[in-house]
T-cell receptor, first 114, second 115 residues
Framework: AQTVTQSQPEMSVQEAETVTLSCTYD???????LFWYKQPPSRQMILVIR??????QNATENRFSVNFQKAAKSFSLKISDSQLGDAAMYFC???????????FGTGTSLTVIP | EAGVAQSPRYKIIEKRQSVAFWCNPI?????LYWYQQILGQGPKLLIQ????????DSQLPKDRFSAERLKGVDSTLKIQPAKLEDSAVYLC?????????????FGSGTRLTVV
């Protein structure tokens, strides 16, 4: 089974600053998708950004962008101009192009300091 | 559009008791998932439905867990009898398509505490 590793259990960032959350994964597949989900205290998982493995260009969504390094099996999330509302648990997730389920990492708890 | 509805939001039971969770997916979403999220871990798939048929229940502990999706809409997940290690958040999610590029829409989950 695929594994997803998030090595930073907790991170903090000053409001308006930039923070990068790390994620690595292990797979033997060539076609897959990677996601970052945000889970605030309400517990609802919210999709932040996604990346197709066959695309070399890094995905961006407003203040959120990724650094996708396929050879290194790395998929980090950069949050620019951090806002108080960004405080949450962030989960990196892998999904095979041929599969049906997500494989999630253990999450990174992000604190935004005013 | 309305989101994925789940109830109850919290549940506390004693071990060996039974419990059921309910999920109402987004209208028109044919695919429904139940995930278990143990504290400090990421969610793990328990079961996937496509309409009212089971697609994948390989990770469902079938000796104590059961799930159904009647008429291809609402779903219930049941645990009987519960164990201490079943304490977790149970997340329901739905999607309109099985295309893996499209993520799910998750509900807010039910937090189960088994004492």
């Amino acid at each position: 089974a695929q594994t997803v590793t998030q090595s930073q259990p907790e991170m903090s960032v000053q409001e308006a600053e930039t923070v990068t959350l790390s994620c690595t994964y292990d797979t033997s597949e060539s076609d897959y998708y990677l996601f970052w989900y945000k889970q605030p205290p309400s517990r609802q998982m919210i999709l932040v950004i996604r990346q197709e493995a066959y695309k070399q260009q890094n995905a961006t969504e407003n203040r959120f962008s990724v650094n996708f390094q396929k050879a290194a099996k790395s998929f980090s999330l950069k949050i620019s101009d951090s806002q108080l509302g960004d405080a949450a648990m962030y989960f990196c997730a892998y999904r095979s192009a041929a599969g049906n389920q997500f494989y999630f990492g253990t999450g990174t708890s992000l604190t935004v300091i005013p | 559009e309305a989101g994925v509805a789940q109830s109850p939001r919290y549940k506390i039971i004693e071990k060996r008791q039974s419990v059921a969770f309910w999920c109402n997916p987004i209208s028109g979403h044919a695919t429904l998932y139940w995930y278990q999220q143990i504290l400090g871990q990421g969610p793990k798939l328990l079961i996937q439905f496509q309409n009212n048929g089971v697609v994948d229940d390989s990770q469902l502990p079938k000796d104590r867990f059961s799930a159904e999706r009647l008429k291809g809409v609402d779903s219930t997940l049941k645990i009987q009898p519960a164990k201490l290690e079943d304490s977790a958040v149970y997340l329901c999610a739905s999607s309109k398509t099985v295309d893996p590029f499209y993520g799910y829409t998750f509900g807010s989950g039910t937090r189960l505490t088994v004492v």
